[in-house]
């Protein structure tokens, strides 16, 4: 599986935290930030919740994929 780190922070405690979106499932709008919910492979779930917005993550996802290509 590709791997797609981004460095967010972690709403609750602030602190940095480096997410693997490949393993997301969806990111929804979460107060000012973003809830990223994951799949895992027992068919669990889990969530994280970030102070940054969808449109943020999205922006940093992209630029995680143009530097692999680069």
């Known amino acids: 599986m590709?791997?797609?780190?981004?460095k967010l922070t972690?709403?609750?405690?602030k602190a940095t935290i480096y997410v693997n979106l490949a393993n997301a499932?969806?990111?929804?709008p979460y107060g000012r930030g973003a809830e990223i919910w994951f799949l895992?492979?027992?068919?669990g779930e889990g969530k994280i919740q970030v102070s940054e917005s969808p449109d943020i993550i999205m922006q940093?996802?992209?630029?995680?994929?143009?530097?692999?290509?680069?």
Do not use: I, P, T
Not at 10 to 13: E, F, L, P, R, Y
Not at 40 to 43: D, P, R, V
């Open 25 to 28: 499932s969806s990111v929804f």
């Open 2 to 6: 590709a791997s797609e780190w981004v």
């Open 60 to 70: 940093r996802l992209g630029e995680v994929k143009s530097a692999r290509r680069s």
């Open 10 to 13: 972690n709403d609750a405690s």
């Open 40 to 43: 895992a492979n027992a068919g």
